[in-house]
Every structure is written in C-alpha cells, then in structure tokens.
C-alpha cells in the first residue's frame, strides 16, 4: 500500500514564504531598502497559496526587522543592520567582504578564551574539550571531511564554554554558519594535495587541549595561533612554530 501523502501545514507554508522573502532581501538583495514588496494578492498569486499565510509570513518579517508593513500603503523593506541578533548569521553569510576578517576576529577571541579558560574552566569542563580532540582525530582518521568540520566548530565553541564568557558563547553562536563555511574552504585548502593532513590539525588541537589541561598559558596560546592560521598558510605545525 503507498505511504500516506503527509499534509503541508500553513506553518510549513509560511516558513517556505518567510525563508523565500528573506532570501530575496538579504541574500539575493532582489529588494532593497525601500522597495515595496508586491501586494498580498500579487504574493499569493506567485507561490499559489492563500493571503492568510502570505499575511503570516510577513507579519514574521515585520517581527524580525525586515520589513515595515503600513496599513493602506503595502509592504516596505527596511535598511537591515546588525542590531537584530537572530538576523546576524543571514547578514555575515551575505556580506563576503567579512570572510578575511574572519582569522582576525577567531584569533583575537580565542586567545582571550584560551587565557580565561586557564584560569576559570573546571577541570572536567577541560578534560571534554580534550575529548573533543579525539574526536576531531577519529574524523580525520576517517578522512570525513564532514565530520571533522563538525567536530572542529563543537572544540572551537566549547572553548568559548570554558571561557565563562556568555558574550564569547554568544558571538560563535551567532556566525556558526560563517564557521562552519570558512572552516570547510580552509580545510578543503589545507588538504588539496593531501587528506591525510587533516591529521596534522587535529594533532594540533589535541596537544592544544593538553597545554590547557595543564594550565600552560604559553603554549596553548602558541599552539592555538598555529590551529587558527595553519589551514590558511598550509603548513605542518613544526614548521610554523620555528
């Protein structure tokens, strides 16, 4: 017997409007500040569903800062800055401009989580960061690409954990997809030539994690600057830290 069609909920259409709207604003810049959006019925018309959930996904839109709904006039896109949080992810992953940034932002953070780690970060809170390493090891002894960008943003962010910094928490929370991208094309630089190298990088954040479980400020911080940067320059670590 086929398996019974599941009905689409108008949450789901909504969601489907609202993500398609926000794109064309944001990504796509398709709208730009200003611009009247096309009128429910035009709206409705376009994606074949009803005024109500067309209604519905711009009354979200409105919520998030995107737009700003006037009664008798329509629909108008609003200049979107970076006061809205929940908007932060959309507006780095559009800006491109910000991705060379991005080694100056991570290395200036993490060195501060680093230090604050050392001197407030329990000693279980330091042994799961170390066994965050290993998993990022087992993924590269897998040669899972995927799986090792994973389990990289997971040692990052728990880092920001072991700081006690809710700010630092925050901020990785709010560009973990701008993260995940850069820490994918990093990656995909630094083993071109060779997949095995992905086991240079999780060497290198398993003697990090070891320097932090030892309180060693020197060194985690030097071996966490060859961890931020070493994807980027493409080199093993002995050779950065001469």
């Not at 992953?93 to 991570?106: G, I, N, Q, T, Y």
């Not at 997971?154 to 995940?180: E, G, P, R």
């Not at 060693?216 to 071996?223: F, M």
Request: a negative charge; hydrophobic letters at 40%.
């Amino acid at each position: 017997m086929p398996e019974a069609i599941q009905k689409i909920s108008r949450e789901s259409i909504t969601s489907i409007i609202y993500n398609d709207l926000k794109k064309r604003i944001i990504t796509d810049a398709e709208f730009v500040p200003g611009d009247k959006l096309p009128s429910e019925n035009a709206l409705a018309e376009m994606f074949g569903v009803s005024r109500n959930s067309v209604r519905s996904a711009l009354q979200k839109l409105q919520d998030q800062g995107l737009v700003d709904i006037k009664v008798g006039s329509g629909t108008f896109v609003k200049e979107v800055t970076f006061s809205t949080p929940f908007l932060v992810s959309d507006l780095l992953e559009s800006d491109k401009s910000l991705d060379s940034h991005l080694d100056e932002f991570r290395s200036d953070i993490e060195k501060n989580c680093a230090r604050y780690a050392l001197k407030r970060a329990t000693d279980d809170e330091l042994e799961h960061l170390y066994v965050l390493s290993q998993l990022l090891y087992e993924a590269a002894q897998r040669n899972d690409v995927e799986a090792f960008i994973k389990a990289d943003y997971d040692f990052h962010y728990h880092l920001c954990v072991c700081s006690h910094n809710k700010l630092y928490q925050m901020a990785y929370t709010w560009i973990k997809q701008l993260l995940l991208k850069s820490m994918k094309e990093h990656i995909l630089q630094f083993t071109e030539n060779d997949i095995k190298r992905m086991q240079i990088s999780a060497n290198n954040h398993i003697r990090f994690s070891e320097a932090l479980k030892v309180r060693n400020e020197a060194k985690a911080v030097g071996l966490l600057s060859v961890i931020i940067i070493s994807p980027v320059l493409r080199k093993p670590l002995d050779e950065q830290m001469q």
